[in-house]
């Protein structure tokens, strides 16, 4: 989605033929660094002032989570390459997992709309997100399928005429955790990232199971917004805002701590 929230576009990596850690993603989280709500959680913060006297915490990595974040790196860093069998094999898994009932023609087929894909060909789609992107929504529909099927098909709440398109959707939530969780750098530069590969370092999952709770999260922002298509960008904005609170909530030991996280359970 651009920035002015007219239209969905294939969202590209800003970061390409830049080294990690040269860039510093600032969040509204920052300005709590001085809080106590992150203390205690194992995370060692070096902070170094800069000309403007602006602090900007650095936290060092202990080597589990420093393998646990290279690991997610690797995965961040793997395009979508419509060639492969198991990038083709996983594209028909998550068709089978949305439409059961309905034999996919192609993986280039108009059939693909349905799902809400801006064309017949959704490859042109993940060069956003990457493969990690699709892994997402794979997830999210094996482990959660109920909350996964309520979203596509939007089930719950009073919708609008017009409606954000699940599938890209999906694509620009994927990209919108990278960049929040700053994990495109070598160490996370906010605390918000650092808390965040604390719970990566205990469950391998996390970030596929954060993104599970941030789409749930977003259409639920959408539906108390009484969002249409054009406003999905400031729905982005707000779910991404309510996220970076909830991951510095202080009795938030694990992501199924998040407030959030029973929107996705709920029946």
Request: proline share 8%; net charge negative; glycine share 0%.
């Given at each position: 989605m651009d920035d002015r929230g007219g239209s969905f576009v294939a969202v590209r990596r800003i970061s390409q033929g830049l080294e990690r850690g040269n860039t510093c993603h600032s969040t509204s989280a920052e300005v709590v660094a001085g809080s106590t709500a992150w203390l205690g959680r194992g995370l060692s913060c070096v902070c170094a002032q800069s000309?403007?006297?602006?602090?900007?915490?650095?936290?060092?990595?202990?080597?589990?989570?420093?393998?646990?974040?290279?690991?997610?790196?690797?995965?961040?860093?793997?395009?979508?390459?419509?060639?492969?069998?198991?990038?083709?094999?996983?594209?028909?898994?998550?068709?089978?997992?949305?439409?059961?009932?309905?034999?996919l023609r192609g993986l280039i087929s108009e059939q693909w709309k349905e799902m809400g894909w801006q064309g017949k060909d959704p490859s042109t789609d993940f060069r956003g997100g990457g493969f990690i992107s699709l892994e997402n929504l794979l997830y999210f529909a094996r482990n959660f399928p109920k909350s996964f099927k309520d979203l596509l098909w939007k089930q719950e709440g009073d919708r609008s005429v017009w409606e954000y398109p699940f599938a890209v959707a999906g694509v620009n939530i994927t990209f919108m955790l990278i960049q929040m969780l700053d994990l495109e750098s070598v160490k996370p530069r906010t605390i918000v990232g650092a808390v965040f590969l604390k719970f990566l370092s205990e469950n391998d999952s996390a970030f596929d199971l954060l993104y599970c709770i941030t789409f749930k999260l977003m259409d639920h922002q959408w539906l108390a917004m009484r969002a249409s298509y054009m406003d999905f960008n400031t729905v982005m904005k707000a779910t991404r805002r309510q996220l970076e609170r909830e991951l510095l909530l202080e009795d938030v030991t694990r992501l199924e701590d998040m407030p959030s996280y029973t929107l996705l359970t709920r029946y």
């Open positions: 000309r403007e006297s602006d602090a900007r915490p650095s936290f060092d990595l202990t080597p589990s989570q420093e393998e646990c974040l290279q690991r997610l790196q690797n995965r961040i860093d793997i395009a979508y390459d419509s060639s492969t069998p198991d990038h083709q094999d996983a594209l028909r898994a998550l068709w089978n997992a949305a439409f059961p009932e309905e034999e």
